[in-house]
């Protein structure tokens, strides 16, 4: 467990500027308590301090995961968000796309948006821009990158897709193994 | 909330329910009566009445359930029943003096005369035990004729009362008569009571009935001989076992009176226990230790709850949602449920689901954990507060540990630790998903850990244990569990309670609690009553559960202690969820050196040299002296080592200067 470097930190901030922009300020500035980034094995996690400090007692080989996992460094160097991360995306999202009942399942299952299951979309979205994806009711479901921008979907037929899939909290399902 | 109310079923306990609805029942036939009796000016307000005397009624029968429950589980003596009938009866005249219509006086009289000879008849003829069908057939007839004479007084008591005033209610005859059918309510409710009363001395003694048609004339109990005869061939067919468990546990009930002449009740206990095995697949060594636990109709209980599923629960996760918008939302799904009961704001119970529910949107969301209802308690008793230190010991797959962290709202630290490896996968995955952002996780051996990390407020223990209470869930359990296994794993949970006692802050108070899904004696009372020997400054203290059994003060000859009835068992046949066992300990701040040095020592000293060998050491004095300054040393490290282990707080810098 160590803090982050300069280039890792860069990568880690531009990756969650991409979804939830000026708010990144939230993240590191709380009222409440003072939290930190923190990389152990390859994965970046979000904690507070007081708790980091407490973790600090647990050996290298027998820390599993301590605060919130927000995603690891791949083998070539990339950051890679997780679903984990999701509560704070959710939390603090520029962007949002609502997506109706019968389009739930299928996003679930790792499928991209299609046109036919959007319920709502955050108004002048543009292209390519990191959202968090919300049921009707919402509940954050996952995240994605928008495909178009809010106007061009208008002319869009159904099955179209939307918003790429990036994310979803069927991963807790399907990806224990290697998520954690 | 519409459809979930349609959906709703009655509570799960049928006797209740059942008797309700015959209340329910009876108070709709008086309403139809009234109704044809009557005109239909008045129709209304004996509506009115009648639905607020069937709820009196309803009220009365809570009131009076706990009586009847004390008399059928105490075994019902035939001098109680006849005193309870004459009881009854002399309440009952005290209760028509006021009404006097004297024809209904008399026959009421006379039913009551009837019922009560006839109890003590068909007593009688229980005690020879032969005539099982005739009483049986006398019983039902009666009730019969019990039927249509209430019918008959029904209607006198209604031409009476309607007769009299023309059907025509007036200010004046309107008090007279709903004081009428007060009474008339009254009257029936009692007459429900002893018909209850009489169908449950009726069942209890149809099913020794039973026994005897079908077991106890064809039952005799195999001797050795026929028993080795019996397992060369392979054993015999399953009715036959049954059968034989049966007449062994009647046996067993009143064995002075029904025991074969010249047969020993081991010879019954060894036979049932061989049975049982065979029938439910045991092994003979965990059935006769399980079947030492209960008396013999709980065991079987016990036994044949272990091959019915408990109920799915989920625990509503409150970082998340509430229960109610959770509930709302299930049902919107297919799902029915229903709260869990009155002790928990968290748990719902699922009866049936169109979906699979561990794998719902709200789930993937983590708005809820599956989780069974035992697992809920230990949590309850640790009692977390917000901005605690918190150890949860071995916390795999992490339902504890995320309920933990939803009382603490997120604030203060939990360690989740789980000595597997690959557990604690499961564990971080359930503690992300859940949205727990207090929680470290690691993985170490729970007998490491003063030596990680001391200083909690609180420590969670759900020991590693070999899962009698949850035989339903694992039925592996059955066959793989052997002596030694209880042996080591008893062992493990006293090294891990002390670890745990050993991990809270010793500047302050703190709770540990210890808890097992098994229900034998030596996983659970013992181990807690070893660990209150090897540290005195922790007593066992009220868990805040208001159900479940006490603990066990003493089992087969071994002592635990009083306190230990401060404990809580949870049985699969009583309480519908897993068997478990729970107890909150309270470690006490750590007292001060001073305080604890006592004179022991030293005339233990005085002791060893007055002995035998006394005169041996005296021989070889010239060349053997006694250093008293480097013995000083010795003393003084023995002395801080026995102090340490009694559970207070020794200085260090002081043996520093002494030993080095």
Known sequence: ????????????????????????????????????????????????????????????PNLISLGTCFGKFSKSGKFKLHITALDYLAQYAKYKVWIKPNGEMPFLYGNHVVKAHLGRITE?????????????????????????????????DPTAIIVFHQADVGEYLRDEETLF | MGRRAKNKQGP??????????????????????????????????????????????????????????NQSGSGITHENENEDSSDSESEHNALDKEFKATPLHSSKKDLFEAESSEGSSSHSEDLTDQFGHKVQTLDLSDSEDQA????????ETLSESSGSEDDIVTARNMEKRSGALDRQARREQEEDFEETMQSMQKDQEGSEMMDVDVDIEGFRL????????????????????????????????????L????????????????????????????????????????????????????????????????????????????????PIGKWSKEGLQVFESSVPIGATPEYLAGHYMLQAASSFLPVIALDPKPNERILDMASAPGGKTTYISAMMQNTGVVFANDATKARTKSLSANVHRLGCKNVIVCN?????????????????LDAPCSGTGVISKDPSVKINKSERDFTLLSHLQKQLILCAIDSVDPKKASVVVYSTCSVMPEENEAVVAYALRKRSHVKIVPSGLEFGKEGLSNFRGKHFGDSLKLARRFYPHVHNMDGFFVAKLLVERRQKMETATEGSHPTELAGFIDDE????????????????????????????????????????QKSVDTVV
Do not use: W
């Not at chain 2, 249509?148 to 209607?155: A, E, G, K, V, W």
């Not at chain 2, 036979?271 to 006769?288: K, P, S, V, W």
């Not at chain 2, 080592?641 to 260090?652: D, F, S, T």
């Open chain 1, 1 to 60: 467990m160590r803090p982050l470097t300069e280039d890792e930190s860069k990568l880690v901030f531009t990756k969650l500027a991409n979804y939830i922009g000026k708010n990144l300020v939230h993240l590191i500035d709380r009222p409440d308590e003072v939290y930190c980034f923190r990389l152990h094995k390859d994965r970046v996690y979000y904690v507070p301090e007081r708790a980091m400090r407490l973790a600090a007692s647990v050996a290298r």
């Open chain 1, 124 to 156: 002048d979205t543009p292209e390519h821009q990191g959202v968090v994806v919300f049921s009707m009711n919402d509940t954050p479901l996952g995240f994605g990158v928008t495909a178009r921008s809010t106007l061009d979907t208008r002319k869009l």
């Open chain 2, 12 to 69: 799960p306990q049928p006797f209740v329910g059942l008797r309700d609805a015959t209340a329910k029942h009876s108070g709709n036939a008086t309403v139809q009566k009234t109704g044809k009796a009557s005109a239909a000016k008045r129709k209304l307000g004996a509506l009115d009445d009648t639905e607020s005397i069937t709820k009196g009624r309803a009220k009365k029968f809570k009131h009076e359930q706990p009586q009847k429950k």
């Open chain 2, 148 to 155: 249509s004479h209430d019918d008959d007084i029904q209607n």
């Open chain 2, 222 to 257: 195999p001797t050795a001989a026929e028993r080795e005869e019996e397992s060369r061939n392979g054993g015999t067919d399953l009715a036959t076992i049954q059968r034989r468990i049966r007449g062994c546990t009647r046996v067993l009930n009143r064995f002075s009176k």
């Open chain 2, 259 to 338: 025991a074969e002449p010249g047969r020993s009740r081991s010879e019954y206990v060894s036979q049932i226990i061989a049975d049982i095995a065979y029938n439910y697949g045991y092994n003979e060594f965990l059935t006769e230790r399980l079947f030492q636990l209960f008396n013999v109709n709980e065991a079987i209980e016990f036994f044949e709850a272990n091959e019915t599923p408990r109920p799915v629960t989920i625990r509503a996760n409150t970082l998340r949602t509430r229960r109610r918008d959770l509930a709302q939302a299930l049902v919107n799904r297919g799902v029915n449920l229903e």
């Open chain 2, 444 to 460: 170490y051996d729970g007998r490491e850990f003063p030596k990680v990390l001391g200083g909690f407020d609180r420590v969670l």
């Open chain 2, 613 to 652: 060998h006394g005169e041996l050491l005296d021989a070889s004095r010239g060349a053997l002296t006694f250093d008293a300054e480097e013995d000083a040393r010795y003393m003084e490290a023995e002395r801080r080592k026995r102090l340490k282990a009694k559970g207070y707080r020794v200085r260090p």
